[in-house]
């Protein structure tokens, strides 16, 4: 019935011809009309009765629009199907504007994912990173520790300075009006930790217990809540106790403010979180590693519709999780040529790597078994409280979007592993130290 004659434009562009018989299309016809004819109430007619040529010139260009429509939804994916081929993303479709005599034709033009052969992996060079944990690294967390963790006394007739903890009430005005979310009660704020707006934790510099101070700000132009941004405002603030920071004076005081038993303890730990974060890193540094060596032996040329689509997919997350973080979304920051550049850049190597690894997946033959699904699964609940870990295993495994998250991960983490014992790798060590600041210079 459906006869499909496909045209390549380019190496990944098609152009599907369907062709179905003018029968067809009567059939699909004479069926909208005829349920038409049941729910329409026409003068002089009774429900169902109404003749079908009266019906057709009265809803002729209905009936033509819904026997389209309802064609389209039968034979769609039929046509593709026959086609022989699979859309990388949603086929375009193009209808003529008068159907020849005798039949009913569509065009979807198609894009499909590049074909890959990927180079032999043997010929692939690049380092293998190993980042370890070293007593440096331990003695850098106890020092930012010793000067973060600090408990606070309150000192009668203090004048308040920078690192003092001021407990405060205030009332926010704009335009003599209170504002939402501007009052606060009991506040404990950290004089110089940057809390609050530009200019307020200065006014409250050399102020004492019991006085009252007008701080007088302007909000950001770039302020979060839009309906503040940029207005000058007064806070009406008491300043009910100011206290002064008392750092540990050795690492076992340190160690019981955090709750640990001494300081071996306290070093044991952070040891421990230290070696987890460079694993991570050493596992992060080889997979960029193997993934740009791949990369570059086997350039692969992107199509255009697939990389639009992509970009537009990324530019929604953006705008997505910049709403979710309480943010306006400001259209010129999409509209700007560098920002567009940077993503264009971002979804063109994207699409290039899942191109690649699903090419070494489907070469190497590798799959996953449940319980490699069960053990990651269980491995990031550690994250939460014992009591809390079943319930989220068992929520993502409700979730299809996450689960079939973890799984993609997990492949990518068995791609990256095969590429590792194919190529020929060079083992480097690196410091955690060391290898943060080179991120941090990347950044």
């Known amino acids: 019935m459906i006869q499909t004659n496909v045209k390549q434009l380019s190496d990944n562009e ?53 026997t389209v429509s309802e064609l389209l939804q039968a034979h769609y994916v039929g046509a593709i199907e026959s086609s022989g081929l ?28 590049p074909k890959v052969k990927v180079a032999k992996l043997s010929k692939l060079k690049f380092d293998e990173v190993s980042v370890s944990v070293e007593k440096s ?53 950290v004089l110089g930790s940057g809390q609050f707006i530009p200019g307020f934790e200065e006014q409250l510099v050399g102020k004492k217990a019991g006085e009252h101070v007008t701080v007088e700000v302007t909000f950001p132009e770039q302020y979060q ?13 008491d300043v009910k106790s100011v206290a ?14 955090l709750g640990f038993d001494d300081a071996k303890a306290l070093r044991d730990d952070a040891e421990k979180r230290l070696q987890g974060e460079a694993e991570e890193a050493s596992k992060q540094a080889t997979r960029d590693a193997a993934l740009d060596a791949l990369l570059e032996a086997n ?46 850049e971002r979804s063109v190597r994207s699409l290039k790597l899942s191109t690649l690894i699903q090419a070494v997946r489907d070469m190497a033959k590798l799959e996953l078994d449940e319980a490699e699904v069960d053990a990651e699964l269980v491995r990031m609940a550690e994250q939460y409280p014992e009591e809390q870990r079943e319930q989220f295993i068992t929520w993502v495994k409700s979730q299809n979007e996450q689960l079939a998250g973890v799984r993609d991960r997990l492949l990518e ?20 130290s060391a290898w943060q600041q080179e991120q941090d210079g990347q950044a």
């Open 86 to 113: 699979t859309p990388a993303v949603q086929p375009e479709l193009n209808m003529p504007e008068v159907q020849p005599n005798g039949e009913f034709t569509f065009t979807l033009n198609v894009t499909t994912w």
């Open 137 to 189: 690294d331990v003695d850098a967390v106890i020092e930012r520790l010793q000067k973060s963790q600090v408990s606070y006394e309150i000192e009668d007739g203090r004048k308040a300075e920078n690192g003092d903890q001021v407990t405060i009430d205030f009332v926010g005005f704009v335009d003599d009006e209170a504002f939402e979310g501007g009052d606060g009660e009991n506040h404990a704020l």
């Open 299 to 344: 350039p692969i040329e992107m199509p255009a519709r697939l990389v639009e689509e992509e970009m537009k997919n990324t530019m929604q997350r953006v705008a997505q999780n910049m709403r979710q973080q309480g943010m306006d979304v400001n259209n010129e920051m999409f509209a700007d040529e560098a920002f567009k550049k940077e993503v264009r």
């Open 244 to 257: 002064k920071a008392v750092p540990a004076e050795n690492e076992d005081d340190l160690a019981k403010l």
């Open 413 to 432: 983490q068995k791609c990256i592993e095969h590429i590792v014992s194919e190529a020929k790798t060079k083992v480097v060590s690196k410091a955690l």
């Open 225 to 237: 809540a839009a309906h503040l941004a940029g207005k000058a405002a007064r806070f009406e603030t």
């Open 14 to 66: 098609h152009q599907v011809h369907v062709t179905l018989p003018q029968s067809e299309y009567d059939r699909v016809y004479a069926e909208q009309a005829h349920k038409l004819s049941t729910q329409v109430k026409l003068p002089g007619f009774r429900p169902g009765k109404t003749p079908a040529h009266v019906i057709q010139k009265q809803f002729g260009a209905k009936l033509h629009e819904d």
